[in-house]
Every structure is written in structure tokens, then in C-alpha cells.
């Protein structure tokens, strides 16, 4: 069984919504940082939200006000609804572990799953 699972993308015209889920198999889930990473074609994968174990989130300044991570201790997934999506937002998304909320801080080396690929296009 995979470490994280993402799934929920697609293709999605701008200007529309996609809702993303990862399921966490991590047993100290509940304590952790989660986040959502994406990796745009030809550059490096970074973290554009988080939450922590309490629910506080943190977003990179490119999604604020269109993106909203949450989190279900109990069912161990994080969700990334997305909205007024734009054509920059084309991506694989990741979710994983943060090393921090505030600052936003990812991790430098982990186990990723597949990721989910999110293509915004007319």
C-alpha cells in the first residue's frame, strides 16, 4: 500500500474548480503538518499549502484566496479545493508531510506518491 494516494484531478476549463483528495496511510498522521505540493513541467516541486495537526493553514501568495487545504484526522486525508483556476496552475499535485506551516517550509527528501495531474485549458 502506497504511502499517500492523490487523486480528483483533470482537465478543467479557467476560471473553474477541481477538488483534490490524498488518503495518508502514516500512522502519526494526526500529529503531523500536511501539505500540497505541486510540480509545474520543467521546474522543481514546491509546497504551495499546509495545515497543521490543529487546522491552521498557510498558502503560497500564487493561491491565496483560490485554494483552501483541509484536513480529516479521522479518515487520515487532506483535501485541496481549488478555484477561479487559472492556466498557471497547471501542475502535478503531491500531497505530503510539511516541515512547516508558518513560514512555509517543505520537506527536502520523502516518499512521494504518483501525484495527480490538474490541466487548466480552453
Known amino acids: 500500500q502506497a504511502l499517500f494516494v492523490e487523486s480528483g484531478g483533470g482537465l478543467v476549463q479557467p476560471g473553474g474548480s477541481l477538488s483534490l483528495s490524498c488518503e495518508a496511510s502514516?500512522?502519526?498522521?494526526?500529529?503531523?503538518?500536511m501539505g500540497w505540493y505541486r510540480q509545474i513541467s520543467g521546474t522543481q516541486r514546491e509546497l504551495i499549502a499546509a495545515?497543521?495537526?490543529?487546522?491552521?493553514?498557510n498558502y503560497v501568495d500564487s493561491v491565496k484566496g483560490r485554494f483552501t487545504i483541509s484536513r480529516d484526522n479521522a479518515k487520515k486525508t487532506v483535501s485541496l479545493q481549488m478555484n477561479s483556476l487559472k492556466t498557471d496552475d497547471t501542475a502535478t499535485y503531491f500531497c505530503?508531510?510539511?516541515?512547516?506551516?508558518?513560514?512555509?517550509?517543505?520537506?527536502?527528501?520523502?516518499?512521494w506518491g504518483l501525484g495527480t495531474r490538474v490541466t487548466v485549458s480552453s
Open positions: 505530503n508531510v510539511a516541515r512547516s506551516v508558518d513560514p512555509l517550509v517543505g520537506i527536502t527528501f520523502g516518499s
Open positions: 502514516r500512522s502519526t498522521f494526526s500529529l503531523e503538518n
Open positions: 495545515t497543521t495537526a490543529g487546522g491552521t493553514t
